[in-house]
């Protein structure tokens, strides 16, 4: 899948839309989700062109990849989610509902966290 330039993360690094920004260093991006499904909901973005972790993960360079995720773990910590604890989350592809094509971590906290999938029916 080619990057869509018109993406709305792509829209929010260029700051043609605004976000609630919480961190930003020359690797990432991080902002509050929209449409929050926890007290801390935050977003995670790589500043680079990648649609998924699929693109991210074959095709960042090391710098890129080790720079995003020492930002996704600085974020939890600055708020003050280590301790208490938080998940972290990516969608990957219409079987996970990744609505947003330029790949980004979820981070969730702020109460118990319940488990880590609600049960699915099977078909
Ligand atoms: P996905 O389903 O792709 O993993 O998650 C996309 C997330 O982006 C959703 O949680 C959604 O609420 C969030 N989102 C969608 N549009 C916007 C927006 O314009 N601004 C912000 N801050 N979050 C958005």
Redesign the pocket.
């Given at each position: 899948m080619a990057y869509d330039d018109d993406n709305?993360f792509a829209r929010?690094l260029r700051g043609e839309?605004p976000?609630r920004k919480v961190y930003e260093d020359e690797h990432a991006l991080a902002?509050?989700?929209?449409?929050p499904q926890a007290p801390v909901h935050v977003?995670v973005i790589p500043k680079g062109r990648y649609v998924s972790m699929a693109d991210f993960g074959t095709t960042a360079s090391p710098a890129e990849i080790t720079g995003f995720f020492r930002a996704v773990a600085t974020v939890a910590a600055q708020l003050g989610l280590d301790r208490p604890g938080y998940r972290m989350l990516a969608?990957h592809g219409d079987a996970a509902?990744?609505?947003?094509p330029h790949f980004?971590v979820?981070l969730f906290g702020g109460r118990k966290l319940g488990p880590m999938l609600t049960r699915v029916q099977a078909d």
């Amino acid at each position: 899948m080619a990057y869509d330039d018109d993406n709305i993360f792509a829209r929010i690094l260029r700051g043609e839309i605004p976000s609630r920004k919480v961190y930003e260093d020359e690797h990432a991006l991080a902002f509050e989700d929209i449409n929050p499904q926890a007290p801390v909901h935050v977003l995670v973005i790589p500043k680079g062109r990648y649609v998924s972790m699929a693109d991210f993960g074959t095709t960042a360079s090391p710098a890129e990849i080790t720079g995003f995720f020492r930002a996704v773990a600085t974020v939890a910590a600055q708020l003050g989610l280590d301790r208490p604890g938080y998940r972290m989350l990516a969608n990957h592809g219409d079987a996970a509902g990744q609505e947003v094509p330029h790949f980004h971590v979820h981070l969730f906290g702020g109460r118990k966290l319940g488990p880590m999938l609600t049960r699915v029916q099977a078909d």
